[in-house]
């Protein structure tokens, strides 16, 4: 008998055929009655297959006993109880690495399309706007410094990519890297320091809101504010009244608290990009995170290391 596996929500085609061909694959979020699926289940599941969205909560994770392991698509493992999986001896793995060089890439462009103002420059001329005048002045990215908060792989990465366009970066965390990057233990005075705040941290309960009011008002009218992490890590409603009120200078943004709900208030202004949360969204890469998820699994059950074991 084939294993048996249980996937929470959807994820790629791909991935799901090479899922459906290998193991009995339960479709939790498709189950009429949730519960008596994993009742009836509990005893022969032994992988979650989800993602960084839909996770994997310690009741989901108590109510499988013979669960081994959790197979994330993505990197975020916040929306995992990783400490109630590790109590419990459940192995987490996710996929690093494969979406380091697309988050930052968007991480730039993002930091780029808001101080250049891009989508609205290309809205001026669809409006047909250009004839009667010039768009306005926009703020160049060279000899910004640019503070990352979080620099880990992509936090790094990033900060590569930003010193090629003139950027001096300075990063804040839990740690010194020991990259030669200057450090700031304390994120306010970080922010006060900077032209631009990067968020590139993990998000779940020890990041919540750790860009609150107090960091906020230390970047102030003159500084940007992009965030590829997660929504969380913001203060939201702070943010969007910053922006409102002109406290912020400008705001790129890929990730929300309540995605796909979005602050109405941030429609109607010129100062903010926004986009759907889709840092590592491109064929290539979302092909090599799906890879990943199932050579993890493979390995798993092979009794090999994992490609990319979390905890």
């Known amino acids: 008998m084939s294993i048996e596996i249980l996937q929470v929500?959807?994820?790629?085609?791909?991935?799901?055929?090479?899922?459906?061909?290998?193991y009995t694959v339960h479709r939790l979020w498709q189950a009429a009655d949730r519960n008596a699926l994993l009742a009836e289940i509990a005893p022969r599941v032994r992988a979650i297959a989800t993602s960084g969205n839909a996770g994997a909560s310690a009741a989901l994770v108590d109510a499988l006993p013979k669960l081994e392991i959790v197979?994330?698509?993505?990197?975020?493992?916040?929306?995992?109880?990783?400490?109630?999986?590790?109590?419990?001896?459940?192995?987490?793995?996710?996929?690093?690495?494969v979406l380091t060089d697309e988050v930052a890439d968007l991480a730039i462009g993002l930091t780029l399309a808001t101080l250049r103002r891009i989508p609205q420059g290309d809205a001026f001329v669809r409006a047909g706007q250009w004839p009667g005048g010039k768009f306005p002045l926009t703020d160049k990215l060279g000899g910004k410094t640019m503070g990352i908060l979080g620099f880990g792989?992509?936090?790094?990465?990033?900060?590569?990519?930003?010193?090629?366009f003139g950027v001096t970066v300075v990063h804040s965390g839990p740690r010194d890297k020991g990259t030669g990057h200057r450090y700031y233990a304390d994120l306010a005075e970080m922010a006060a320091a900077v032209d631009i705040l990067m968020i590139a941290c993990p998000g779940g309960p020890e990041t919540e809101k750790l860009v609150d009011a107090q960091v906020i008002a230390a970047l102030g009218a003159k500084g940007y504010l992009i965030n590829i992490a997660r929504g969380s890590v913001v203060d939201e409603p702070v943010l969007v009244e910053a922006l409102v009120q002109g406290k912020l200078k400008g705001a790129g943004l890929d990730v929300f608290v309540n995605e796909p709900q979005v602050p109405e208030a941030l429609?109607?202004?010129?100062?903010?990009?926004?986009?759907?949360?889709?840092?590592?969204?491109?064929?290539?890469?979302?092909?090599?995170?799906?890879?990943?998820?199932?050579?993890?699994?493979?390995?798993?059950?092979?009794?090999?290391?994992?490609?990319?074991?979390?905890?």
């Not at 790629?12 to 061909?21: C, D, F, G, I």
């Not at 109880?81 to 419990?88: E, L, R, V």
């Not at 992509?154 to 010193?163: L, N, P, V």
């Open 9 to 22: 929500g959807p994820l790629l085609p791909s991935v799901e055929q090479v899922l459906n061909a290998t």
């Open 71 to 97: 197979s994330c698509f993505g990197v975020g493992v916040d929306a995992i109880d990783t400490a109630h999986c590790q109590k419990k001896g459940v192995i987490v793995a996710n996929t690093p690495d």
């Open 153 to 164: 792989r992509i936090g790094q990465a990033i900060g590569q990519r930003a010193e090629a």
């Open 267 to 311: 429609f109607k202004l010129e100062n903010v990009v926004l986009q759907p949360h889709v840092g590592s969204a491109t064929n290539q890469t979302r092909a090599a995170m799906g890879d990943l998820v199932v050579r993890n699994l493979a390995a798993h059950f092979a009794g090999q290391p994992l490609p990319a074991r979390y905890c």
